[in-house]
């Protein structure tokens, strides 16, 4: 991925198709999907894609939220959340993870930490899913003196090792954080979920290169994560959260028409969800990429089965399934 210039951010009025099928969101570009349920609805938390065409690199400035209640009509909730938000933060409003615990909503962002030079993990805070939000801490909750910084392309020290976090409460009440590029990251939150609690661990996975999520099923946890570049989704499953993991395989081929996969996984009455972004709007690419849905199904020995990625994406949650 290349670290660019900001471009003039563009205000655009933000209406979603009601047209089902995929992508799900056409007036707006979206990317790294984050998802949770509250109350019956369904809320997508995106980056906001505003590169131009044919001009590579990302120009990401805000984030978007959208809800539904059948996860085929999505109402645009608009841009609860952006860098101005974060007093420490210039540029490069890259993926985030939002969840709820006790009536608060916690929005962990990746961002590009000015005084630094490097990406830094935040956290934005609201009463409601749909914000408005506001920095919970004046300065990011992880930066690159916490981890290791590891040597990537041509020999250099990557400095953005600390983005795309991913945010899991278990069943006891202990929250984690999940992260990374190049090495995966988590650790304990504490209580208040603004402060890390103890170790920084690392997750050993088969060509791990980022967008590490957490899910849950039939008592397995899940981690799915973006595998190699251009990037595939792969995923591990664990009997505790923190390890060991076992490496299950590849679930979802190359995004179309983008070099990164980011997922998301929901259940939402009754079926599981995998929520991704491809390049496959007309003029869509990989700066200008768009969010999806399509069934997640699972095998009788807990594997995950190879993500179709479709046309017509889902039919709504409240009608019978009949594929
Ligand atoms: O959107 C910018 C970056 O691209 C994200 O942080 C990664 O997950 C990849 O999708």
Same mark, same amino acid.
């Given at each position: 991925?290349?670290?660019?210039?900001? &471009?003039?951010?563009?205000?655009?009025s933000l209406?979603?198709? !009601?047209?089902a099928?995929?992508?799900i @969101?056409?007036?707006? &570009?979206?990317?790294?999907? /984050?998802?949770?349920?509250?109350?019956?609805?369904?809320?997508?938390?995106?980056?906001?894609?505003?590169?131009?065409?044919?001009?590579?690199? #990302?120009?990401?400035? +805000?984030?978007?939220?959208?809800?539904?209640?059948?996860?085929?009509?999505?109402?645009? +909730?608009?841009?609860?959340?952006?860098?101005?938000?974060?007093e420490?933060?210039?540029?490069?409003?890259?993926?985030?993870?939002? @969840?709820?615990?006790?009536?608060?909503? #916690?929005?962990?962002?990746? !961002?590009?930490?000015e /005084?630094?030079?490097e990406?830094?993990?935040?956290?934005?805070?609201?009463?409601?899913?749909?914000?408005?939000?506001?920095?919970?801490?004046?300065?990011?909750?992880?930066?690159?003196?916490?981890?290791?910084?590891?040597?990537?392309?041509e020999?250099?020290?990557? %400095?953005?090792?600390d @983005?795309?976090?991913?945010?899991?409460?278990?069943?006891?009440?202990?929250?984690?954080?999940?992260?990374?590029?190049?090495?995966?990251?988590?650790?304990?939150?504490?209580?208040?979920?603004?402060?890390?609690?103890?170790?920084?661990?690392?997750?050993?996975?088969?060509?791990?290169?980022?967008?590490?999520?957490?899910?849950?099923?039939?008592?397995?946890?899940?981690l799915?994560?973006?595998?190699?570049?251009?990037?595939?989704? /792969?995923?591990?499953?664990?009997?505790?959260?923190?390890?060991?993991?076992?490496?299950?395989?590849? @679930?979802?081929? %190359?995004?179309?028409?983008?070099?990164?996969?980011?997922? !998301?996984?929901?259940?939402?009455?009754?079926?599981? #969800?995998?929520?991704?972004?491809?390049g496959?709007l007309?003029?869509?690419?990989?700066?200008?990429?768009?969010?999806?849905?399509?069934?997640?199904?699972?095998?009788?020995?807990?594997?995950?089965?190879?993500?179709?990625?479709t046309?017509?994406?889902?039919?709504?949650?409240?009608?019978?399934?009949?594929?």
């Amino acid at each position: 991925m290349n670290l660019v210039p900001l &471009f003039c951010a563009t205000a655009l009025s933000l209406s979603v198709s !009601a047209d089902a099928g995929n992508p799900i @969101i056409t007036d707006v &570009f979206t990317a790294d999907p /984050a998802a949770l349920v509250h109350d019956g609805r369904v809320y997508l938390y995106t980056g906001h894609d505003e590169a131009e065409v044919d001009k590579p690199g #990302y120009v990401m400035n +805000e984030w978007l939220v959208f809800s539904s209640d059948d996860m085929v009509d999505w109402k645009a +909730e608009g841009s609860p959340l952006s860098l101005d938000d974060f007093e420490w933060a210039n540029v490069h409003a890259w993926a985030g993870h939002a @969840i709820e615990r006790d009536g608060k909503f #916690y929005w962990y962002i990746t !961002a590009w930490e000015e /005084a630094r030079g490097e990406f830094g993990i935040g956290v934005a805070v609201s009463d409601s899913p749909t914000g408005p939000f506001k920095d919970a801490l004046g300065k990011p909750l992880v930066t690159s003196d916490l981890t290791e910084n590891p040597m990537n392309y041509e020999d250099r020290r990557i %400095l953005w090792d600390d @983005i795309d976090p991913a945010a899991y409460i278990d069943e006891d009440g202990q929250a984690y954080l999940f992260w990374g590029n190049t090495n995966c990251y988590w650790a304990k939150l504490k209580d208040s979920m603004v402060e890390l609690d103890g170790e920084i661990h690392q997750i050993e996975l088969p060509d791990f290169v980022e967008a590490p999520y957490i899910h849950r099923k039939g008592g397995l946890y899940y981690l799915t994560y973006s595998k190699g570049f251009p990037e595939r989704t /792969a995923y591990a499953t664990s009997e505790s959260l923190e390890g060991p993991w076992e490496y299950r395989g590849v @679930i979802k081929q %190359l995004a179309g028409n983008c070099n990164t996969n980011h997922q !998301a996984v929901v259940e939402f009455k009754g079926r599981d #969800y995998f929520i991704y972004h491809n390049g496959g709007l007309r003029t869509g690419g990989s700066f200008r990429r768009s969010v999806c849905v399509d069934y997640l199904r699972y095998g009788e020995d807990g594997s995950i089965l190879p993500i179709l990625p479709t046309e017509e994406g889902v039919v709504s949650a409240d009608e019978p399934l009949e594929r």
